[in-house]
Structure formats: structure tokens, C-alpha cells
């Protein structure tokens, strides 16, 4: 392939287009994670559609490839940029709510912390996800499963539409009555399908809620564990709880007492009243004194920090599955590669508890409409240096092998972090219905994504 002048596109943008060895070329391909160290033949920062549409027709003169991206979260799922452009939309972060029709329309680049704000100035709540810096389209494209999934279902099912850029550089509007079958492809299926620069969904009712983490020194892992997974059987879709072990890095942030001290944690969110919420939790404390316990009533907008995830740029390696339900056995594996003893270099090895509204099909859904599993296991770690890197990757890989017995037989495409098919989070009927899809909407293949809806070759 002949070499891709970049350059020639700046006169054609609002935005910029850099090559390699431009000024700010490497900030410019830096993802938010910062293992995924990107290499595209160029970098496109839109401002809005028509620097969309203007990427994707010189893309197709040049016989190169587009990979859409906001923050960059998920970038480690890329196998290769080779001739590709590299579209940052962080520059399209527009945030508009309807609170009359109780709806968000947010374009391409927007971020779940700008959306939060904004809807909580109506009580209203989106579906976000554990992280408030996440870009809102490409959390919803895998799917979406956060603190209140459990009440309302996945985030790619509240979508009402999607704008849309095509492999033929045309902006299409789909939704349930217009262009139904890339609609529904759309929700969960990934980003094989275009270039989404805007996207509207439904809030929801709700302003505050009752939340927090109560933590035990690690080495009570083989009591919360199974404590917890007795403790959630009877817990309403309101409440959604998460048991991981944790080991807080040695920042300012945290408490002194707590940097590098090695944890075992649950975090919940009760969208209902405080004495429900306190009444619901009381199992937990009668475990005994824990070293922590930050439950209190706080703004449902603050989801998005109640996780501790990072809010600025860093080097992570992580991986996740799906899984059934948890015998003893199970529990037994996942302290063993988790646990105090277990010699973990990782920062947090985290269930989800799944369930509820998640384990419902969508009325009229789309591609991921429910999740048909228990748990969602998602472990990770910090890859400050080569050794560290290694360690890490190492350990992730042995947290999944552990626990592999028990796999729902389907992978979740927000929780995958390393290159793998998609052909893996979907059944095969799903499966072939994206492909025909993808056939029929990017025939030659232009758009590059993370865990790509392709034939295999």
C-alpha cells in the first residue's frame, strides 16, 4: 500500500490531521490506556460530522482503513493501526438533555462525566459505567453494564437512536422505524458498522442513592467471599453489589493507612432510600469490624467515581469473562488466584453480581440484549515497566484460567482487553445476522474497531 498523505487531508478538516512526526503526533495517538501503544498512519482530531465525513472519503481514495475512537479506553483490543487513520472524536463531546422527554443526546466524543451533571440538574441518571471518563458511544456499542444494569438492563438498550457516518461518507440516522437491522446491530455489537457521531437514549428518575464499600483485610477472603455470594440471593434489582480483592496503589488519594495494604472488598449502590439501603447491607457488617465503611446517601450523578477507577490516563493490563453460578469450589479458586496468599501483583480482581433486569431480553433489543450469566469477572493490574508488565499479564491470564469451569460460555465485549474475535461474546445466529450487517453496511472493510464483526480468515 502506497504510503497515505495525511497532510493533504488538513485543508478538507475544522479539526486537524497530523502524520507521524508532526507536532503533538504523540498525544495525538495516545489512548487513555496506555499499554495500547498506537501506530496509525495518521491521526484525524474531528470537530464535528462533516470532519467525519471528509475522513472517511480520503480514507477510501487512499485505500486505507478508519478506526474510530474517543478515550481510548478499550485500544488494547486492536490488534494493528497498519494503514489505518486513527479518528479521535474527544473533540465532539457536545451534551444536550431533554428533561421533558426524560432523554440525553450526546455526540460522538462525549464522556460519562459531562453527561452526569447535566442530567442530574433534572434528577435524572444515565446508565453509566464504573468509570465517569469513559466515552459514552464506545461503552454503549459493547454493551453497557454499570451500577443500576441491574434495574434497568444494559446501556445499548435506552438508545432511542444513533447518527451515523457510512462507509460511503453519508450521515444515516437509525433508530427503531429507520435503518432497523444496523439499529439493532448497533446495541452491543461493537463498532464495525460506521462511525457513530451522535447518539441519543432515555434517563431515568432518580437523584440520590444509598452507596459506598465496606472493606476487610484481605485475609478475611474466605469469609466475605462466600458471605457475599449468600448475601446477594435475596438483594432487589435496586441493589447492585460487587466483591473484589483490592490493593490501593500509593497515591495521595488514599488514606496512608490503606496505600498498598492488600483488601477485600464490596461495593453497592441502593437506587432507594437510606433505611432500606442500611437495613440491606446489615449482613455485611455483622462480619465483623472492617477497616473501612464509607455507605452513606451521595448524588446519583457520583456514580461514576464510587468504583475508585482512575480518572486520568494510565497503564493497565486486564482481562474478563462471563460466568455461571459459584459452587464452593469456585469460590475456593477465586480466593486461591486473588487472595492474600495467592502472590496477586494485581490491583483489583472484581465479581459482579449480573442478574435482574440484565438477565431479561430487551423488548425489542438489540445485538447484546441481555447477558445470560451470574457473574462478571474482570481482573487487572499496573504495567509501569516491562517486568511489572509481565507479572501483571501473567496473573491476569491465571485469574481466567482459574475460573474458567465456571464460564457462562460467552465473553463480553467491554470486558475483553486483549485482541479475541467477537464471534466470542455472541451466539451463532447473533453472530451471523452482525456479519450480514456488516456486509451490507462496510462491504470493503473500512472501518477498524476493537474485537471486529469479520469473517474469519
Known sequence: MAEID??????????????????????????????????????????????????????????ARVAPQSTGHAASGITSLEGTLLLRTLGMGGVEVDSGARRARVEGGAVWSAVAPKAAEHGLVGLSGSAGEVGVVGYTLGGGIGWLSRKHGLACNSVTSFEVVNAEGDVVRTAADSEPDLFWALRGGGGSFGVVTAMEFELYPLAEVYAGMIAWPAARGGDVVPAYLDWIEGLPEEMSAWVRFLTLPPIPQVPEHLRGVPLVDVTAAYAGPEAEGADLIRPLLDLGE????????????????????PEEPVPGLGDGSLLGA??????????????????????????????????????GGGATSSLDAEFALYAVGMAMGPDMAAATSAHVTKVGEALEPWSAGRRYLNFVDVPAPAALSFDDETYERLLSVRKRYDPDDLFRANHEVAPAV
Not at 488466584?337 to 483489583?348: F, I, K, Q, R, T
Open 326 to 363: 459459584l459452587p464452593a469450589e469456585a469460590v475456593d479458586a477465586f480466593v486461591g488466584v486473588a487472595g492474600a496468599e495467592s502472590g496477586s501483583p494485581l490491583l483489583s480482581v472484581q465479581l459482579r453480581h449480573l442478574g435482574g433486569a440484565l438477565a431479561r431480553p430487551a423488548d
Open 6 to 63: 495525511i497532510r493533504s487531508l488538513g485543508g478538507r478538516l475544522r479539526g486537524r490531521a497530523l502524520a507521524p512526526g508532526d507536532d503533538g503526533w504523540d498525544e495525538a495517538r495516545r489512548a487513555w490506556n496506555l499499554t495500547a501503544d498506537q501506530h496509525p498512519d495518521g491521526v484525524v482530531l474531528a470537530e464535528g460530522v462533516d470532519d467525519v465525513r471528509a475522513t472517511v472519503e480520503f480514507a477510501r481514495e487512499q485505500g
Open 290 to 309: 472492617p477497616m473501612m465503611n464509607t455507605f452513606a446517601t451521595m448524588p446519583a450523578a457520583g456514580l461514576g467515581a464510587l468504583n475508585g477507577d
